[in-house]
DNA sequence: GATGAAGGTAACTTTTAAGTAACCTGTTTA
DNA sequence: TAAACAGGTTACTTAAAAGTTACCTTCATC
């Protein structure tokens, strides 16, 4: 194994595509909620600039993980909502979510109001 | 939920540790192989500079994700291991893995020795 | 006819991560 | 006695990611 063929092997493929400040929240509130307009998923997110916002919606709509809905008139209007490939990623969000909650308690228990998340 | 929550949240806890150019490799290494000199690693992975390696494996090493073992002496001998805490990462890991084989196997084709990989 | 709505874009700045190059440490070997 | 070894550190540069502000559209309402 050297790093060239690294680069392409399919862990760090699927970390390439979370990679991103705010993916991983966005993930989320897409898991709980299946579809949301932009406004309010920004607004969800009160510190993210909307340019980055858009951005990275933008690749996670290149990578596949979410789908882009928009509908024509005014206001416009634009949905997003997780894709197929982004449902799968579930399992492995979910092991990523244990391993915290057992390995990394500290840091996860910096959150008060614990609550039982499921990403599947 | 709201984006304070998340922070707290297991899943960007995980995700944290794992940010880092090289640390994915690291990993890669570490799971095939147990124990690794510095400057093997060193060598393995052609394109990183020295201090950023050592930046992500004093980070690893904080996260308990590794252990660094020093033989006093010289000249300096320094090997780095997986912890538990590491180990445990596995099967999150073997799950991205697997996300990307089978849903973005595009990318990871690009790697043209396939190889069987397991991380366990 | 000005204002505000939603979803952007453009130009620019700041912050953070990564990379480069030179140097240091003592022991061994040439 | 000078070079090589392994594992660093320091000072500095570059590139990439994130953030800020202002502006655009087009229709509806005040």
Redesign the interface.
Known sequence: ???N???????????G???GKWK??IL??LF?QEEIRFTELWR?????AKKVLLEQLRQMEQ?ELIIRDEKNGFPPEVWYRISE?GK??G???A??????????AE?????K?RRK?T?R
Chains 1, 2 share one sequence.
């Open positions: 194994m050297n790093y063929e690294f680069k392409y092997c399919g862990l760090n493929v699927a970390l595509v979370l990679s991983p929240v989320f509130y709980h969800a997110i009160p510190k993210v990578d490939k799968a990623l399992p492995a969000l092991a990523l979510e244990s391993w915290a909650n057992e390995h990394a840091k996860v228990d910096m959150l109001s998340v990403l």
